[in-house]
């Protein structure tokens, strides 16, 4: 029988860096090193742009980022983000915030094993639990050290391992062709267009709030959906943005009562939404299994009236336009962008003409991308088919 152990048997925590708003930088200086906030860890790894920096001599050589440490989000307004992890693949000459912890496993544990854990759909609802809060979420270091992990004997662990570090990089292989994918759409528009926040062809151009329906402006969604209601009304998280489309398979559902309150946030298909909080700057067209569906406080809802969605999300995919969204985009431990930013966004407005013959070029491998999507989610469904398996002994 597979014996379990406490994290605190398994790993060291480390606490993040603590630092005042005067010592960071969103440039990097001379003597001064970068520090990961929660928006740096996302379900597929770290991320390490969007930065900010912070004098070396703030950080400990024990909160350096090592290889195998798993790098935990401790504290969100969000319990979508509270508990995501990601485990460093390198060494890393940087730290990581004071909302964010550190298990640094011992060689009692395979360290692939260790991380595939915290990857675990049962571990994402056992934190949830835990770090709810009525503000802001937080996980404690007592609600981490507590959790238990099955502990096969070592030859056992890294064969459940390389199972899941071969699925996982299969996900990979098709998280890399939608990349791709995503370059030839970025490249196409620039060759067409330019940079739309340079904009060396001097097209006329709107503030978004002028291409959008009057009669649904733009806003942002339900602030507290509350517990999963089985009949009731969808709703986007951010975290239900991937790869420039909806993940479909992990979309929850509110009351009817809560989301009639927020009635002014529902979607129609072709809205095209934009996360505000957390992920600045993901997009996405809402298809039509969401019609009438609604949104969080982390999303905004961009009704287009007066130019094709399609143009206009790749217009604010442009790395031109994501910087501008990153000069617009404040907070230090939650970073967000404020919709009176958002809706002053100015978007090129090239003739109507050329607009369309992108959008025609863009729906040629618009269907090869949601192909790749549609078998990207299937690849993980397995994945964390085997996931489930291999913490039950069943692998």
């Known amino acids: 029988?597979?014996?379990?152990?406490?994290?605190?048997?398994?790993?060291?925590?480390?606490?993040?860096?603590?630092?005042?708003?005067?010592?960071?930088?969103?440039?990097?200086?001379?003597?001064?090193?970068?520090?990961?906030r929660a928006g740096n860890i996302s379900d597929d790894g770290l991320i390490f742009d969007d930065l900010v920096f912070v004098p070396a001599v703030r950080i400990a050589d024990k909160q350096k980022i090592r290889c195998n440490d798993v790098v935990i989000a401790a504290s969100s307004g969000s319990l979508d983000v509270v508990g995501k992890a990601a485990r460093a693949l390198?060494?890393?000459?940087?730290?990581?915030?004071?909302?964010?912890?550190?298990?640094?496993?011992?060689?009692?544990?395979?360290?692939?094993?260790?991380?595939?854990?915290?990857?675990?759909?049962?571990?994402?609802?056992?934190?949830?639990?835990?770090?709810?809060?009525?503000?802001?979420?937080?996980?404690?270091?007592?609600?981490?050290?507590?959790?238990?992990i099955p502990l096969p004997p070592p030859p056992e662990q890294r064969r459940i391992a390389e199972i899941l570090d071969k699925a996982d990089a299969l996900c990979a292989n098709h998280r890399a062709a939608l990349a791709q994918?995503?370059?030839?759409a970025k490249s196409t528009f620039f060759d067409m267009f330019g940079d739309p926040i340079k904009n060396p062809r001097r097209y006329p151009v709107q503030k978004i709030v002028d291409l959008v329906d009057p009669l649904r402006p733009i806003t942002y969604g339900i602030l507290k959906p509350g517990p999963?209601?089985?009949?009731?009304?969808?709703?986007?998280?951010?975290?239900?943005?991937?790869?420039?489309?909806?993940?479909l398979r992990a979309i929850r559902k509110t009351s009817l009562t809560i989301s009639e309150a927020y009635r002014r946030s529902l979607l129609l298909p072709g809205d095209l939404l934009m996360s505000i909080r957390g992920h600045v700057g993901r997009l996405a067209i809402v298809p039509n299994e969401l019609d009438r569906a609604n949104i969080t406080q982390d999303t905004a809802r961009l009704?287009?009236?007066?130019?094709?969605?399609?143009?206009?999300?790749?217009?604010?995919?442009?790395?031109?336009?994501?910087?501008?969204?990153?000069?617009?985009?404040?907070?230090?431990?939650?970073?967000?962008?404020?919709?009176?930013?958002?809706?002053?966004?100015?978007?090129?407005?090239?003739?109507?003409?050329?607009?369309?013959?992108?959008?025609?070029?863009?729906?040629?491998?618009?269907?090869?991308?949601?192909?790749?999507?549609?078998?990207?989610?299937?690849?993980?469904?397995?994945?964390?088919?085997?996931?489930?398996?291999?913490?039950?002994?069943?692998?």
């Open 90 to 148: 390198d060494d890393y000459e940087g730290g990581f915030g004071a909302f964010c912890k550190v298990l640094r496993p011992n060689p009692d544990v395979n360290p692939s094993y260790f991380a595939h854990f915290f990857r675990t759909q049962e571990y994402r609802q056992k934190v949830s639990a835990l770090a709810a809060g009525l503000n802001i979420n937080n996980l404690r270091n007592e609600h981490l050290d507590n959790l238990t």
């Open 228 to 247: 999963n209601q089985d009949d009731g009304i969808k709703y986007v998280r951010v975290v239900d943005m991937r790869e420039g489309g909806i993940d």
């Open 181 to 184: 994918l995503d370059i030839l």
């Open 303 to 395: 009704a287009l009236k007066g130019t094709h969605p399609v143009f206009v999300r790749e217009c604010l995919r442009t790395p031109g336009f994501q910087q501008w969204m990153a000069k617009h985009t404040k907070g230090v431990a939650v970073r967000g962008i404020n919709l009176g930013d958002v809706k002053l966004m100015p978007i090129i407005q090239p003739p109507i003409e050329q607009q369309r013959l992108f959008v025609r070029l863009s729906t040629q491998w618009e269907s090869v991308r949601q192909e790749r999507f549609k078998s990207l989610m299937k690849c993980e469904t397995l994945f964390r088919s085997l996931q489930y398996l291999a913490f039950r002994g069943e692998l």
């Open 1 to 36: 029988m597979t014996v379990s152990a406490r994290v605190s048997e398994l790993a060291e925590q480390i606490r993040g860096v603590s630092y005042g708003k005067e010592d960071a930088s969103t440039t990097p200086r001379l003597g001064y090193l970068p520090v990961l």
